[in-house]
Nanobody
Framework: VQLQASGGGLVQPGGFLRLSCAAPGSRFRFKTMGWYRQAPGKQREVVAWITSSGSPTYADSVKGRFTISRDNAKNMVYLQMPSLEPEDTAIYYC???????WGQGTLVTVSS
C-alpha cells in the first residue's frame, strides 16, 4: 500500500496550501489517518489526525489554523493550511495509523 502525498510548495508567510494524500485500499474508511511534519534539524512531529468517524485532533502549534478532512468516497485525506508561517516549513508526511504506513512526503516552504 502506497500513500501518495501532494500539494506542497513555496509560499509567502500568510499564504495557503492544501495537502492531499491518496490512500489506496478498500478499508480506507475504517482507518485513522494523519499528517506529520519534519522540519530541518528537528524530529518528526504529529500535525493532525482524523478518525474513521471524522473526528479531528490537532497539535497545539496548528490548532485553530489548519484543518484536516477526509473523503472516504475518494480515499483521500486533506490538510488545509492557511496563514502559513516560516515555522511551518517542513516535509509533510501522510500516515496510516492502522497499518503504520508513511507516505513519501511533500515539502512545504514558507518564505518571503
Amino acid at each position: 500500500v502506497q500513500l501518495q502525498a501532494s500539494g506542497g510548495g513555496l509560499v509567502q508567510p500568510g499564504g495557503f496550501l492544501r495537502l492531499s494524500c491518496a490512500a489506496p485500499g478498500s478499508r480506507f474508511r475504517f482507518k485513522t489517518m494523519g499528517w506529520y511534519r519534519q522540519a530541518p534539524g528537528k524530529q518528526r512531529e504529529v500535525v493532525a489526525w482524523i478518525t474513521s468517524s471524522g473526528s479531528p485532533t490537532y497539535a497545539d502549534s496548528v490548532k485553530g489554523r489548519f484543518t484536516i478532512s477526509r473523503d472516504n468516497a475518494k480515499n483521500m485525506v486533506y490538510l488545509q493550511m492557511p496563514s502559513l508561517e516560516p515555522e511551518d516549513t517542513a516535509i509533510y508526511y501522510c500516515f496510516d495509523f492502522n497499518q503504520r504506513i508513511w507516505g513519501q512526503g511533500t515539502l512545504v516552504t514558507v518564505s518571503s
